[in-house]
């Protein structure tokens, strides 16, 4: 089991930046992909980014792209997600998720171990 702690949420204007970090337990942090997901008001959970164990490889969901990076520090045991240009669409709970398996991470199956979520509200 990994424990994961989001911050960085809040309120930004349109066009505006904001760096999420997840903060993880456990010494199995850097055997894990990582990963992006939020959820919107009324809406379900959506992948936004993961990254493999080592940082080589990452993967995007296409409303992101060109906008947002994340990116690892095994050192630090914590993940990043910067986001640029931000829009009011990118307006939700980010959640931050773990597991061994990159491919479970994209596919935010429920097996993978979850953070409680921060806020993003993106203001026009």
């Known amino acids: 089991q990994v424990q994961l702690v989001e911050s960085g949420g809040g309120l930004v204007q349109v066009g505006g930046s904001l760096r999420l970090s997840c903060a993880a337990s456990g010494r199995t942090f850097i055997s894990h992909a990582m990963g992006w997901f939020r959820q919107a008001p009324g809406k379900e959970r959506e992948f936004v980014a993961a990254?493999?164990?080592?940082?080589?490889?990452?993967y995007y969901a296409d409303s992101v792209k060109g906008r947002f990076t994340i990116s690892r520090d095994n050192a630090k045991n914590t993940v990043y997600l910067q986001m640029n240009s931000l829009k009011p669409e990118d307006t939700a709970v980010y959640y931050c998720?773990?597991?061994?398996?990159?491919?479970?991470?994209?596919?935010?199956?429920?097996?993978?171990?979850w953070g409680q979520g921060t806020q993003v509200t993106v203001s026009s």
């Open positions: 998720a773990a597991d061994s398996q990159v491919a479970a991470v994209v596919a935010g199956e429920e097996s993978v171990n």
């Open positions: 990254i493999s164990w080592s940082g080589i490889s990452t």
